[in-house]
């Protein structure tokens, strides 16, 4: 790669609330320390218009998009122009969704680098993108502070694609996922070592008690459904941590897709159980979502309202009777 002095490093990555969206992040502005970046962070129904709001102000800048597809053509339109204008645009990605629609026209853009591969969660393919970089000033110095952020990068790469062999790696992402996307970015770009701040172990413990009143909730609406064949479906409510209270309903579960409505968001999570095939992200992408195999979503904008109107029948009808002449 020719040598190039950055401008204005622009970070779209994924969240709110994903601990690899954050560790994208914050890998790629370790490597870019001294030089003026800007995080975003966007839901996955969000990526396409926050994506379009991006400007540069000169030749020079930079624009990063971790762990975060979009869908739309118009968005590459835009991406090509800022292209034009003399910005430098990578992309990182792991989605299985975003995988099987490369060569689509939403993807048309000239990127100046991008790492697309199921191998490794997005932060630690960024991590290796940069590490092969070569052309910024001090490049052993910004190598060394990816080094020694890796421990962090490990337990993303562990937890986002559920292999698990790091234990601690999913009290980072709970503290990840209660603290929010920018306080977590501002909290893991300080670290020096691989130890919680005083913030994100507030987060922690405040997730564990958020996390039991989820599950709780959860416990409580959840609907199993025969699909035929073995295969059950399990849809329930939640607020929050869909990962962790999915874990738990699938549990001692088999062949089970797990769905859960988040009553924060109004978005849907796609889980399944261990010994599960289906391919979550086919079914995601057919409903304008997108994901991995083992754990997708998408967004239903009417879900919230669809309760409420049945809500309001049931005790609507409640209601007529309680005060209809006659009773008591």
């Keep these: 790669m020719a040598k190039h002095a950055a401008g204005k490093i622009q970070i779209v990555s994924h969240g709110p609330s994903c601990f690899d969206g954050v560790v994208s992040a914050v890998t790629v502005a370790r490597f870019y320390q001294g030089f003026n970046v800007i995080p975003l962070f966007a839901a996955n129904q969000d990526a396409d218009r926050i994506i379009q709001e991006l400007r540069v102000v000169g030749p020079g800048d930079e624009i990063w998009i971790t762990d975060l597809s979009w869908n739309h053509a118009e968005t590459a339109r835009h991406l090509r122009r800022l292209g034009e204008t003399g910005a430098r645009v990578f992309w990182i990605d792991h989605h299985r969704s975003a995988l099987r629609r490369l060569g689509s026209v939403e993807f048309d853009v000239s990127f100046t680098g991008k790492l697309l591969s199921e191998d490794f969660s997005a932060s630690r393919l960024a991590y290796n993108f940069l590490t092969d970089r070569n052309d910024l000033p001090d490049i052993e110095n910004r190598r060394a502070a990816l080094r020694s952020?890796?421990?962090?990068?490990?337990?993303?790469?562990?937890?986002?694609?559920?292999?698990?062999?790091?234990?601690?790696?999913?009290?980072?992402?709970?503290?990840?996922?209660?603290?929010?996307?920018?306080?977590?970015?501002?909290?893991?770009?300080?670290?020096?070592?691989?130890?919680?701040?005083?913030?994100?172990?507030?987060?922690?413990?405040?997730?564990?008690?958020?996390?039991r009143q989820s599950i709780d909730l959860a416990d409580s609406t959840a609907v199993e459904r025969p699909l035929g064949e073995g295969l059950k479906l399990v849809t329930a409510c939640c607020f929050g941590y869909s990962s962790e209270v999915a874990a738990h309903i699938y549990n001692k579960r088999t062949n089970t897709i797990v769905a859960l409505l988040d009553m924060r968001s109004g978005g849907v999570s796609l889980r399944r159980s261990a010994d599960c095939t289906a391919d979550l992200s086919r079914i995601a992408s057919a409903l304008g979502g997108g994901g991995h195999a083992a754990a997708s979503g998408f967004v239903i904008e009417k879900a919230k309202s669809a309760l409420a109107a049945e809500l309001s029948e049931v005790l609507g009808e409640s209601i007529l009777r309680t005060l209809s002449p006659g009773t008591h």
Aim: charge should be negative; aromatic fraction near 8%.
């Design 149 to 211: 952020f890796f421990p962090i990068i490990d337990m993303a790469d562990d937890h986002d694609r559920w292999v698990h062999h790091l234990p601690e790696s999913s009290d980072w992402a709970l503290a990840v996922q209660t603290l929010g996307s920018i306080e977590s970015y501002r909290e893991l770009l300080q670290l020096s070592t691989p130890v919680m701040t005083r913030a994100l172990a507030q987060a922690l413990e405040s997730g564990k008690r958020a996390m």
